[in-house]
């Protein structure tokens, strides 16, 4: 088909939005590739087929709109959520990073500020940008940690309307203090969002930040099914906060956002949350074994509360990245200095990575 070719710059597009590059991933079809974070053991069987028997009886109605409210979903992630949430307190939509997109949507945008403590994930400058926000980025301190004093300082410097906390972070793993979630929170004017994506992966012990949400008008907490769920195509996330936080989430998102297809799966996986979350014990497991295999070769890894492991000590990020990538396995490049970081497959996965790093040679 024949047409006009012009380079992106040519066009009209924003010119806040020139010069930026998209989300990118690598993809590439490798024996193992443990490198976006995925839960690498498929949905079980049993799981998989009552999944398949929902979609297809909502396909006998996908020539109507689907329920816009999702009330059922809502429900059901109330239920898993526990915390005595209701579903007037729940949120969702097509993967986490739609949730938080629909949050800069109603309290971010032009003329308005976010912020988050670099390094965590890319995509929330990314989608602050694409909302039109300015997005300001603070620091951690050099184990990745945040402390109490330092971020009621960053707060209150930078003034931002929505504040990103990441916990457990990505992309380092590492846990973020309760107090640290309390005092932002005290300190800032805006809306609070503490993204615990990984948080099926952090010690039983540890404390959400679903427990500071009585009271609390301004705190969001997000949550995804891609990960702990093994849901990671079906995109389904969600949040809990405040009733009317939830009203000015109707206010930026699409008509009927979540279809019929998606709302069914979902809830079909939550009826099976024992099932599809019976992994995470595993991939925990394969995680410790990764950091303390990493440590014997002479890297550092650090703490993580994930799926994943970062780990440092790497005198050439991209050559180590290379020489892994031609012996069939796929980690990530983060782009943090003498860094690297892999996803906790399976054993077999695991075992793959962890020879193909050995085979390279140890740490200098």
Request: with cysteine; proline share 6%.
């Amino acid at each position: 088909m024949g047409g006009v070719s012009v380079r992106l710059e040519d066009l009209p597009i924003r010119d806040d939005l020139r010069g930026r590059t998209p989300y990118g991933a690598p993809q590439a079809a490798l024996p193992i590739t443990l490198n976006v974070n995925e839960n690498t053991h498929p949905v079980p069987e049993a799981v998989a087929g009552d999944i398949i028997d929902s979609i297809a009886q909502a396909l006998h109605e996908v020539n109507r709109y689907p329920d816009r409210e999702f009330t059922e979903l809502r429900e059901a992630f109330a239920s898993y959520l526990g915390h005595g949430l209701t579903a007037e307190q729940i949120w969702a939509a097509n993967g986490s990073n739609e949730v938080l997109q629909h949050l800069l949507m109603a309290f971010g945008g032009p003329g308005r500020r976010a912020f988050g403590f670099a390094p965590t994930y890319s995509m929330y400058p990314l989608l602050t940008a694409a909302t039109g926000a300015e997005y300001v980025t603070g620091t951690r301190e050099a184990d990745y940690s945040i402390s109490v004093e330092s971020a009621v300082e960053q707060i209150r410097e930078a003034d931002p309307d929505v504040i990103f906390l990441c916990s457990p972070n990505n992309p380092t793993g590492t846990p973020l203090p309760f107090e640290v979630i309390e005092a932002v929170y005290a300190h800032a004017r805006g809306i609070v969002i503490v993204d615990e994506a990984y948080w099926e992966f952090a010690p039983e012990n540890a404390q959400s930040a679903l427990t500071l949400l009585p009271g609390r008008e301004r705190l969001v907490v997000s949550r995804t099914m891609s990960k702990a769920f093994a849901f990671a195509g079906a995109r389904v996330g969600y949040l809990a906060a405040d009733p009317a936080v939830i009203d000015a989430l109707r206010l930026v998102r699409l008509p009927y956002h979540l279809s019929a297809l998606t709302q069914a799966a979902a809830l079909a996986a939550l009826r099976h949350a024992p099932t599809m979350l019976a992994t995470v014990s595993e991939i925990i497991a394969q995680r410790d074994r990764m950091s303390a295999t990493l440590s014997a070769l002479g890297y550092e890894p650090y703490e993580s509360w994930t799926n994943f492991v970062l780990f440092s000590g790497v005198d050439d990020p991209a050559a180590i990245w290379q020489a892994l990538y031609d012996r069939g396995v796929l980690i990530r490049d983060v782009g943090i200095p003498r860094s690297l970081r892999v996803t906790a497959g399976t054993e077999s996965e695991t075992t793959a990575f962890l020879e193909a790093l050995a085979s390279i040679g140890s740490a200098s």
